[in-house]
């Protein structure tokens, strides 16, 4: 058993694939038409990190209920993690990209931690390793 894909509602496909290829650096996967249970057109759009297995399936909001949950899709609550290799890296070029973190980076003790938006207002985490200590003796 595998978890293949998620969903995030968002208003623009292109705006949305914009922000997850161009700036955050995933793959997009698929971006093929497709049509909605009643005939509609819509696309069907994924994209994943680079090595990752799970995708995202980004849809388009249809519908005023799919609507309001545009960026709000969890309560408020950080709803997505993004765990990197290079903390401090990612996280200086993700600022020069134009991404909103809500506050600066802190430490846990589950590792490194910074809470950014996504193009349609979702939080997620950038997570990564705790920092090397240096030990004297």
């Not at 799970?54 to 249809?62: F, I, N």
């Not at 996280?91 to 846990?108: I, S």
């Not at 490194?112 to 979702?122: E, H, R």
């Amino acid at each position: 058993m595998r978890l293949d894909l998620f969903t995030i509602v968002v208003d623009d496909y292109d705006a949305a694939i914009g922000f997850f290829v161009d700036v955050l650096g995933f793959e997009l996967v698929e971006d093929s038409p497709a049509e909605t249970n009643d005939g509609r057109p819509k696309r069907w759009v994924v994209v994943r990190p680079p090595e990752a297995e799970t995708g995202v399936l980004l849809a388009r909001a249809d519908g005023e209920r799919q609507a309001r949950v545009v960026g709000d899709q969890v309560a408020g609550r950080v709803g997505f993690f993004l765990h990197v290799d290079d903390f401090t890296g990612e996280y200086a070029r993700l600022v020069a990209a134009g991404v909103e973190f809500v506050g600066p980076p802190r430490t846990e003790p589950y590792g490194q931690v910074a809470v950014f938006l996504d193009v349609a207002g979702n939080r997620w985490d950038l997570l990564g390793p705790a920092p090397a200590t240096s030990g004297t003796g």
